[in-house]
């Protein structure tokens, strides 16, 4: 199973803690944001063939979804303001990925963990910056917004990065190093009769 990332920020702190190879990772990238991107091209279908006389309703935002700030943030946080909102909601996000999938026992209840954490960020940080905490999110809509919002991106793929690396930084502090990944399991070869023993 792929372990349902669907976030580059996360597959990102989970290959700097070493739970993923690189080489992994970036094919997790390129399919993150090749989905965030087809997610937006068929959401624009159907919005596009929504008729609206009264030319309000919910695909008429001009934004299309995509975090922002400044005119295009509710509260009007600034740029700086955003950058660490972003920074920080992903930390708290991938800090509880990395913390809820440590041990193999917590895995079937992590997605409860997961999911209740992200809705709490969702509350605190929509009215703030529309809520991002995950680059594939942000680029998809933004190809499709009438607004600004393609050229605020960078900061929505960047800031989740950077709080990536912070919470995988804390989970070091707290964990210790980083996970090595499992050796393969495999029948051990049994030691030559007179070695002497393991110290």
């Not at 080489?23 to 944001?33: D, M, T």
């Not at 991938?94 to 079937?108: I, M, Q, Y």
Request: hydrophobic share 50%; net charge positive.
């Amino acid at each position: 199973m792929s372990g349902c990332h669907v976030n580059p920020a996360v597959t990102l702190g989970v290959v700097l803690a070493r739970r993923m190879s690189p080489i992994a990772g970036v094919l997790y990238w390129v399919a993150q944001f090749a989905g965030g991107i087809i997610g937006a091209v068929l959401l624009h279908w159907i919005a596009s063939a929504v008729r609206d006389p009264l030319g309000g309703g919910p695909f008429s935002r001009k934004s299309f979804g995509s975090p922002g700030w400044g005119k295009n943030s509710d509260l009007f946080i600034s740029g700086s303001g955003a950058f660490l909102v972003e920074i920080i909601l992903t930390a708290v996000l991938v800090l509880v990925v990395l913390g809820a999938t440590r041990g193999a026992g917590d895995k079937p209840v992590a997605g409860i963990a997961i999911g209740a954490a992200l809705t709490a960020i969702h509350l605190v940080g929509i009215p703030l910056t529309g809520t991002s905490v995950n680059p594939a999110r942000a680029l998809g809509p933004a190809l499709f917004a009438d607004n600004n919002a393609l050229s605020q991106t960078w900061l929505f793929i960047v800031a989740p990065l950077v709080g990536a690396i912070a919470a995988v930084a804390i989970h070091w502090l707290v964990h210790g190093e980083p996970e090595l990944p499992p050796a393969k399991p495999g029948r051990a070869e049994p030691e030559p009769v007179g070695a002497p023993a393991a110290p």
